[in-house]
């Protein structure tokens, strides 16, 4: 016998977070290219659908800084404790190489090579378009009265369903 939920909701996007000058970079990448950009992500990549959304909340200004459509994800080979030096290097060149052209959260090759060895290296992407940016000062406090959860310390992002998603817009545009 299968038990469901009463409610079932789709996933409907997710919530990343970055630092402040990643966040800049992006946005402003997007304005200068159009291009799609790309989200180094420390978790394995997220089984979205194309145009879900992708919101991007900035820690230590505590606030929700953009949100985006989610095109696609890519496995990446480049956790330091499952891939040999020359693998994780390889990749890592393969990704700046692919996208380092104004489509990733800095244009420095060292800050990028830094970036992709502090933390064990990269494990997917999150690729998104559409990038909008947020100027009303939304904080964790008033994502939580609609996430009713926290944001836990060392995860990369937290699925949200369409109506969270939905719920999320509507205090972004609510004047």
Do not use: C
Not at 47 to 76: K, T
Not at 77 to 87: A, L, Q
Not at 92 to 113: A, M, S, V
Request: glycine share 6%; no cysteine; net charge neutral.
């Amino acid at each position: 016998m299968v038990v469901r939920a009463q409610y079932e909701e789709r996933i409907g996007g997710i919530l990343l977070k970055t630092r402040p000058e990643y966040a800049r970079t992006f946005i402003d990448n997007w304005r200068r290219t159009g291009k799609p950009q790309v989200f180094l992500v420390y978790d394995r990549r997220p089984i979205l659908q194309r145009g879900d959304l992708v919101f991007v909340y900035v820690i230590n200004e505590d606030r929700l800084g953009f949100y985006a459509r989610f095109v696609g994800s890519e496995w990446v080979r480049g956790f330091k404790k499952v891939e040999d030096d020359e693998t994780r290097i390889r990749e890592r060149e393969r990704i700046w190489n692919l996208y380092g052209d104004g489509q990733l959260h800095t244009t420095d090759k060292r800050e990028f090579d830094d970036f992709w060895e502090r933390q064990d290296g990269v494990r997917s992407l999150v690729i998104m378009e559409d990038l909008v940016e947020i100027k009303k000062n939304i904080r964790w406090k008033d994502l939580m009265r609609i996430l009713h959860t926290n944001f836990p310390r060392g995860v990369g992002y937290l699925y949200i369903t369409d109506v969270e998603a939905n719920r999320i817009l509507e205090l972004v545009q609510d004047p």
